[in-house]
């Protein structure tokens, strides 16, 4: 009875300028806390930690004067990971919801605003990131038992399926392998750490060579767009904010934890990266994980460095998936045109039909890059200034929500507002005119599908009555 109480309560806060005949009956299936603490903590370690931390290496070493710098702007990523998370933390405890940033989004700005983030996370964000994800998992897969042209879109659709139904078996079993791989994930990366610190490459290198670039700030800013693209997905934590036994007041907690390991694993990473290339090698290298175990343990160490990045894209993409399901959830539960997605499954506590739906796009996209491999990579890159928009007006929603809803209950308030979530918005902002500049026209892919979704919204929205979350 204090549970629901609590609900709807919160309902009532959050929706107080709607009449009854704007409301409809509430299913009796929905999202019940279900996620300890570890378990969260677990879910967002494993969705931000994957192959990027493999790959992104190179190009921060090409942008870094020399290794002080280059070690400065990994720790600068966790910083502002650290106050987006604070921000995120307010949010989640005096809204907490299975819609994550579309519930923020949609109480602050309205319903008209965050069908739009539900319609680009839908169509091209989320499960965009699911098909790269897969790929990338499947190309690793190809490399060490290759089945013929198209074997890498073969094993990417194969994890999505595969990794869809688990989800779909029910949350426990989902977060149950989200741990085994998790554990798998860092065993492996300790065992490259140490490989860097304690084994001796064959052609040895010191941090302390020459410097690879001069100081600029053109260049320190471009490290740090790729240093804070490996550390995304924390926000991801939003969406499962309503679903931990202790209460959404302990997400601060969940966040700040997880970040504080993703930042120390960060840079344990790449001192060992740096101890055996040197920076230089570093930004020579297409690869720094294969470069650096072939230089250590020969090719033995690159069957370990590959089967490692398969294992950190199959994490990051177990909990996308997770995650992403939830998000449009929210919005089934919202449009009567969409209410299939808006079922959960009490038995599974999984919201089923939105995890299907999620996994046929996403299979589809796999398809469509199998035969336009450039065409499909372009276009997650040029969905990018959508991502950072919407991620910058959730930051802005935090201060409407201040001034909109002033006494909501906030079991956590963001330390020094507002300059706190000020800060926030301002790399927000920065990162969407970086991605602006770097994809150029590309970008007007991004405006077109929201222009899709607003007509798509304007045509159906007298036929789609609100429903209560």
Same mark, same amino acid.
Request: net charge positive; proline share 4%.
């Given at each position: 009875?204090?549970?629901?109480?609590?609900?709807?309560?919160?309902?009532?806060?959050?929706?107080?300028?709607?009449?009854?005949?704007?409301?409809?009956?509430?299913?009796?299936?929905?999202?019940?806390?279900?996620? %300890?603490?570890?378990?969260?903590?677990?879910?967002?370690?494993?969705?931000?930690?994957?192959?990027?931390?493999?790959?992104?290496?190179?190009?921060?070493?090409?942008?870094?004067?020399?290794?002080?710098?280059?070690?400065?702007?990994?720790?600068?990523?966790?910083?502002? #990971?650290?106050?987006?998370?604070?921000?995120?933390?307010?949010?989640?405890?005096?809204?907490?919801?299975?819609?994550? +940033?579309?519930?923020?989004?949609?109480?602050?700005?309205?319903?008209?605003?965050?069908?739009?983030?539900?319609?680009?996370?839908?169509?091209?964000?989320?499960?965009?990131?699911?098909?790269?994800?897969?790929?990338?998992?499947?190309?690793?897969?190809?490399?060490?038992? =290759?089945?013929?042209?198209?074997?890498?879109?073969?094993?990417?659709?194969?994890?999505?399926?595969?990794?869809?139904?688990?989800?779909?078996?029910?949350?426990?079993?989902?977060?149950?392998?989200?741990?085994?791989?998790?554990?798998?994930?860092?065993?492996?990366?300790?065992?490259?750490?140490?490989?860097?610190?304690?084994?001796?490459?064959?052609?040895?290198?010191?941090?302390?060579?020459?410097?690879?670039?001069?100081?600029?700030?053109?260049?320190?800013?471009?490290?740090?767009?790729?240093?804070?693209?490996?550390?995304?997905?924390?926000?991801?934590?939003?969406?499962?904010? =309503?679903?931990?036994?202790?209460?959404?007041?302990?997400?601060?907690?969940?966040?700040?934890?997880?970040?504080?390991?993703?930042?120390?694993?960060?840079?344990?990473?790449?001192?060992?990266?740096?101890?055996?290339?040197?920076?230089?090698?570093?930004?020579?290298?297409?690869?720094?994980?294969?470069?650096?175990?072939?230089?250590?343990?020969?090719?033995?160490?690159?069957?370990?460095?590959?089967?490692?990045? #398969?294992?950190?894209?199959?994490?990051?993409?177990?909990?996308?998936?997770?995650?992403?399901? %939830?998000?449009?959830?929210?919005?089934?539960?919202?449009?009567?045109?969409? =209410?299939?997605?808006?079922?959960?499954?009490?038995?599974?506590?999984?919201?089923?039909?939105?995890?299907?739906?999620?996994?046929?796009?996403?299979?589809?996209?796999?398809?469509?890059?199998?035969?336009? %491999?450039?065409?499909?990579?372009?276009?997650? +890159?040029?969905?990018?200034?959508?991502?950072?928009?919407?991620?910058?007006?959730?930051?802005?929603?935090?201060?409407?929500?201040?001034?909109?809803?002033?006494?909501?209950? %906030?079991?956590?308030?963001?330390?020094?507002?507002?300059?706190?979530?000020?800060?926030?918005?301002?790399?927000?902002?920065?990162?969407?005119?970086?991605?602006?500049?770097?994809?150029?026209?590309?970008?007007?892919?991004?405006?077109?599908?929201?222009?899709?979704?607003?007509?798509?919204?304007?045509?159906?929205?007298?036929?789609?009555?609100?429903?209560?979350?």
């Amino acid at each position: 009875m204090k549970e629901n109480r609590t609900n709807t309560l919160n309902e009532s806060i959050v929706y107080p300028d709607l009449s009854s005949d704007q409301i409809e009956t509430c299913p009796l299936e929905t999202p019940k806390p279900a996620l %300890r603490l570890i378990d969260a903590i677990v879910l967002i370690i494993g969705i931000v930690i994957g192959a990027g931390v493999f790959r992104t290496p190179s190009v921060v070493a090409a942008n870094s004067p020399d290794w002080f710098w280059f070690l400065g702007v990994w720790v600068m990523g966790g910083l502002v #990971s650290l106050i987006g998370a604070l921000c995120y933390s307010e949010l989640s405890s005096a809204f907490p919801s299975a819609g994550g +940033d579309y519930h923020f989004l949609k109480t602050a700005f309205g319903k008209g605003f965050s069908f739009l983030f539900a319609w680009a996370r839908i169509t091209v964000i989320q499960t965009g990131s699911i098909a790269l994800l897969a790929y990338i998992a499947g190309d690793y897969m190809s490399q060490l038992f =290759s089945i013929g042209e198209h074997s890498a879109s073969f094993y990417a659709i194969v994890v999505v399926l595969i990794l869809t139904l688990i989800n779909i078996l029910g949350i426990q079993f989902g977060t149950g392998l989200q741990k085994l791989l998790t554990a798998l994930q860092f065993i492996g990366i300790l065992i490259i750490i140490a490989v860097g610190f304690f084994v001796e490459p064959d052609v040895p290198s010191t941090m302390l060579s020459e410097p690879v670039l001069s100081s600029s700030f053109s260049t320190l800013s471009l490290a740090l767009i790729f240093v804070l693209l490996t550390f995304g997905g924390w926000n991801e934590a939003a969406y499962i904010s =309503s679903e931990l036994k202790t209460g959404s007041k302990n997400m601060a907690f969940v966040l700040v934890t997880s970040i504080l390991i993703i930042t120390l694993v960060y840079v344990l990473i790449n001192l060992a990266f740096l101890n055996v290339l040197g920076l230089q090698g570093m930004a020579g290298s297409e690869a720094v994980g294969v470069d650096m175990m072939r230089a250590t343990l020969g090719e033995k160490g690159v069957v370990l460095i590959g089967t490692l990045v #398969s294992l950190s894209a199959l994490t990051s993409l177990n909990t996308t998936i997770f995650t992403g399901a %939830r998000s449009n959830y929210a919005l089934g539960k919202d449009f009567s045109l969409f =209410s299939f997605l808006g079922k959960w499954n009490g038995k599974k506590s999984a919201p089923v039909n939105s995890l299907i739906l999620q996994g046929v796009i996403a299979v589809l996209l796999i398809i469509f890059g199998a035969f336009t %491999r450039n065409g499909f990579e372009s276009m997650v +890159d040029f969905t990018a200034p959508v991502f950072w928009f919407f991620f910058l007006c959730t930051g802005v929603s935090l201060i409407v929500l201040r001034v909109k809803m002033p006494n909501v209950p %906030r079991p956590f308030k963001v330390p020094l507002y507002p300059v706190t979530p000020i800060l926030f918005i301002g790399f927000c902002a920065y990162l969407l005119y970086s991605s602006l500049s770097y994809t150029g026209k590309g970008a007007l892919l991004g405006v077109i599908l929201l222009i899709i979704g607003l007509i798509f919204y304007l045509l159906f929205k007298n036929k789609a009555p609100l429903k209560k979350l």
